[in-house]
């Protein structure tokens, strides 16, 4: 099982540029969050999706952020432009969720720590 | 909405010692569960424990486990015999079984001392 990959690992940008972080969820799971860490805020949830369809979008900052899944295998969260206050770690998640309750554990990738200057 | 708080930034505890993380949350829902994570230098988030709100029995891996209220929406880590490698920032997460979201407190960095 290779976990949730996400990349790049490291990404440095000027203010205006855009940025997309990509991440390849489980193969088998059904759900995909992106989250936000940061010291003053901690973890922020960004998005959700399930079965490729996002549910809740309602942690995405502005509209200057987008995230799709355009499949089962994989996401993007774009910035665009991006800000110096967008700085971060981005984490993407994924879960395997039946028809019962929401009830299994995220698994994270090791995030994207994101700089913009 | 649902909000989760972890009263310790910061923790410290004796190799071999115990100790324990405290974590209370908010919630008007009776079913939910709940889960602690561990976040090491490498910044990977790593599960540790879950429980199920439904059950009384405390959740139990290892050297880790749980005390779990419901009635006083608290949900403690307890970390026996603790290890060097156990040194990272703990986060309490809860969720909603109606819910597709993770809802996280602000961590407390637990440190070990040799």
């Known amino acids: 099982d290779a976990g949730v990959i996400q990349s790049p690992r490291h990404e440095v940008t000027e203010m205006g540029q855009e940025v997309t972080l990509r991440c390849k969820p489980i193969?088998?799971?059904?759900?995909l969050f992106w989250y936000r860490q940061t010291m003053m805020r901690g973890l922020e949830l960004l998005i959700y999706?399930?079965?490729?369809?996002?549910?809740?979008d309602s942690g995405m900052p502005e509209d200057r952020f987008s995230a799709k899944m355009p499949n089962a295998s994989f996401s993007t969260l774009k910035i665009q432009p991006s800000e110096p206050r967008d700085s971060a770690v981005y984490f993407c998640?994924?879960?395997?969720?039946?028809?019962?309750?929401?009830?299994?554990?995220?698994?994270f990738g090791n995030g994207t720590r994101l700089t913009v200057t | 909405a649902q909000t989760v708080t972890q009263s310790q930034p910061e923790m410290s505890v004796q190799e071999a010692e115990t100790v324990t993380l405290s974590c209370t949350y908010d919630?008007?829902?009776?079913?939910?569960?709940l889960f602690w994570y561990k976040q090491p230098p490498s910044r990977q988030m790593i599960l540790v424990i879950r429980?199920?709100?439904?059950?009384?029995q405390n959740a139990t891996e290892n050297r880790f486990s749980v005390n779990f209220q419901k009635a006083a929406k608290s949900f403690s880590l307890k970390i026996s015999d603790s290890q060097l490698g156990d040194a990272a920032m703990y986060f309490c997460?809860?969720?909603?079984?109606?819910?597709?979201?993770?809802?996280f407190g602000a961590g407390t960095r637990l440190t070990v001392k040799p």
């Open positions: 998640a994924s879960a395997f969720e039946g028809h019962g309750p929401y009830n299994s554990p995220l698994h």
């Open positions: 193969s088998g799971h059904n759900s």
């Open positions: 999706f399930n079965n490729n369809v996002p549910i809740d």
């Open positions: 919630t008007s829902e009776s079913d939910y569960y």
């Open positions: 429980q199920e709100a439904y059950k009384q």
């Open positions: 997460a809860y969720r909603s079984a109606n819910n597709n979201d993770m809802r």
